[in-house]
């Protein structure tokens, strides 16, 4: 029974291996698109029906036209890269919002809203595809799949590791499981959402050269993150890396993504 139980396991996660686009990084995607579509989907209408659209009709056209650019680039270089059936899961909508929080977010399906907020800190058309670049890139890396789908790997995990101490008294089947539970929570969903983090940076920077925007605005959007306290995190137990480490990470990877930028 244990034998075939971590077998199953191995099975489903060789089966659900896949690549990110351009960093070729390997990731686990458990989670079908067409089901995560529909859950993204709901959670959008939800949010834009529940907040106002931005009146400033000079800034949303600005998201709009930089989005635009930035997601034909992104189905340019998919056409060119043999990834056309990848084109059904984008529907593409770029939204501003009346919301004083410095925030954006792109959902699975190319759903992206810009909170009024953020625009203090993007100044410019290119500090925009920043901000535009970051969050297209984590829905075309397929993050949310890959976060939910680790989740329902360690949920797989936890009954495997209780399945394997069956034989132990109940204090001990306690005592592994809580901290299997610790260094999953430590060990592994938190390093993933900063490493997320880190490939949306370098993804993103990647894409908004491709748009034409030139991606060394991602280092100065970035230290006026930092400079302003926006960005500033406690790194361990976060989600996010610390202002010095991401922007020690985009001086590392800017080179690469200035190879695409064309003026």
Not at 17 to 39: F, H, P, W, Y
Not at 242 to 259: C, F, H, M, T, Y
């Amino acid at each position: 029974m244990k034998k075939i139980a971590l077998y199953i396991l191995t099975a489903v996660f060789l089966a659900a291996c896949s690549n990110v686009m351009i960093t070729g990084r390997k990731q686990l995607l458990l989670v079908n698109d067409a089901e995560l579509l529909t859950m993204s989907l709901q959670s959008y209408k939800q949010f834009i029906d529940s907040v106002p659209a931005s009146k400033d009709l000079k800034n949303k056209a600005l998201v709009q036209a930089t989005g635009v650019k930035i997601s034909k680039a992104v189905e340019d270089y998919m056409k060119s890269n043999g990834l056309e059936a990848e084109l059904k899961n984008f529907q593409w909508e770029f939204n501003l919002v009346q919301d004083t929080t410095v925030n954006a977010f792109c959902m699975p399906g190319g759903k992206v809203v810009f909170f009024e907020g953020i625009l203090q800190m993007t100044k410019t058309e290119t500090g925009i595809a920043v901000v535009m670049g970051h969050e297209i890139a984590h829905a075309v890396a397929k993050h949310s799949n890959e976060r939910l789908s680790q989740q329902m790997l360690l949920q797989y995990g936890a009954a495997v590791t209780d399945l394997l101490v069956s034989n132990k008294s109940d204090m001990t089947r306690m005592g592994i499981n809580a901290l299997y539970g610790i260094g999953a929570q430590v060990g592994v969903l938190l390093p993933y959402s900063r490493q997320h983090e880190y490939e949306a940076d370098r993804l993103g920077m990647i894409l908004m050269a491709m748009a034409g925007y030139d991606p060394a605005e991602a280092l100065t959007f970035w230290e006026r993150m930092s400079a302003n306290g926006s960005g500033s995190v406690l790194e361990f137990m976060s989600t996010h890396p610390s202002d010095e480490k991401r922007i020690a990470n985009i001086k590392k990877v800017l080179p690469e993504a200035q190879g695409y930028f064309k003026k």
